[in-house]
């Protein structure tokens, strides 16, 4: 698949690989986001290049992308972890309804058109975002968390959302700890453990979800997860995250804030974009 790819081409594929792993790694420490909204853009041209047939090439992007944040989610939840910055209370309520919602939002997603995912994807985003961005310290649902019931339905809500647009769930939750007096710090902290067993059961999803279409994959791949394209972008993205997480311990509050919103709207942007035109 490889023979016969220009010299040029070879070197843009690199220079997307580096670029594409250390904007992943910041934002996952940064943040407590994965990064997918950066990988699978990237890793769609990578493909392209490689000449990964269209009717599978999204597909194997996001399973790539899932499989490239888990260990950059478990590097940034170590570095955070050790901070104290974790709460831990809410990473064991969330962790199990989470990953029931990634099991059924994978499920919706096989049968979701890519612009019902695209257009969720910018509300999401956008609403996080400007939230963050022109919303006011007293903008609460609460002083403290609410109890199980509602914890778990949290969980669950994450999981769903994260699995159907494609990231690890960090922005969702990051939203929902801040609107419940949490500080960011915390609430970024906390996203990188969440996002972990998300991330972790999405690349099981897409890996089984790929079965059926093996014959169609590219060589070193298992279902719809590239194992080449994993070992090419995850160890840039991890060895940048551990640097992204010291740096949000290192920033104001509301100057992380601030960035944390204009990533999102970027983003919600550029998808806004690809639906209308």
Not at 26 to 43: E, Q, Y
């Amino acid at each position: 698949m490889i023979a016969g790819i220009a010299i040029n081409d070879l070197v843009f594929v690199a220079a997307l690989i580096v670029a594409g792993g250390i904007v992943t790694g910041l934002l996952a420490g940064l943040f407590g986001i994965g990064g997918g909204g950066i990988i699978v853009p990237v890793l769609y041209e990578i493909f392209r290049v490689l000449g990964v047939p269209e009717e599978v090439r999204m597909q194997l992007c996001v399973g790539t992308s899932l499989a490239i944040i888990v260990p950059t989610n478990v590097r940034s939840y170590l570095v955070h972890r050790r901070y104290g910055a974790v709460l831990m209370d809410v990473v064991r309520a969330w962790s199990v309804p989470a990953v029931i919602g990634v099991a059924l939002g994978a499920a919706i997603a096989g049968l979701a058109s890519g612009k019902v995912l695209t257009g969720a994807f910018v509300i999401i985003t956008a609403i996080i975002g400007a939230r963050l961005l022109i919303g006011r310290d007293d903008w609460r649902i609460a002083e403290q968390l609410p109890g199980r019931t509602a914890m778990t339905g949290y969980g669950f809500g994450v999981g769903l959302a994260a699995s159907m647009i494609g990231i690890s769930g960090g922005s969702i939750s990051n939203m929902i700890l801040t609107l419940y007096r949490r500080p960011i710090h915390h609430a970024v902290a906390t996203s990188a453990a969440v996002g972990v067993p998300i991330t972790v059961a999405g690349v099981i999803g897409y890996m089984l979800a790929g079965l059926p279409q093996q014959a169609s994959m590219p060589p070193f791949s298992i279902g719809f997860v590239s194992l080449i394209g994993f070992a090419l972008m995850a160890p840039v993205a991890t060895f940048v995250a551990s640097y992204g997480a010291r740096l949000s311990h290192a920033m104001p509050k509301r100057r992380l804030e601030i960035a944390f919103a204009a990533f999102l709207l970027a983003v919600s942007l550029r998808f806004l974009v690809t639906l209308i035109w």
